[in-house]
């Protein structure tokens, strides 16, 4: 069976802090996060940018994130009031954010893998 898979990687800067954890990361900062994403298909779509089957899912869809909080994004915002209260602020459970509201906008059948990092040297993979 054929297969695409389309990677695309961005960044965001937010605020964040960890509730209840006894530390610094308890305390609000900032981070640079990097967001690496990848979507694989057998099969090609159309989007809402074109109509012709042309491709796995659209790069605007995959990089929502990126864009300003007021734009429906996650860049600029203190994301414990952003994301929901079901989801703690750890980079686990950003990506799962991310995975969740990006798998309601791509098309059926496209598989996704998320990968967060909060500094150059680590990072977080989540996939269903
Ligand atoms: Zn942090």
Redesign the pocket.
Known sequence: MPKWKLTTEFTFDSA???KDYDGP?GRM???TYKVHIEATSSQLHSSEYCPHSVMVADFKTLRWAKQDVTKGGLDHCILNEVLPPEYE?TAEMIAKYIYDQTKKQVPVGVQLKVRVS?TPNSWVEYED
């Open positions: 964040h802090y960890i990361c900062h900032g981070h602020t909060e």
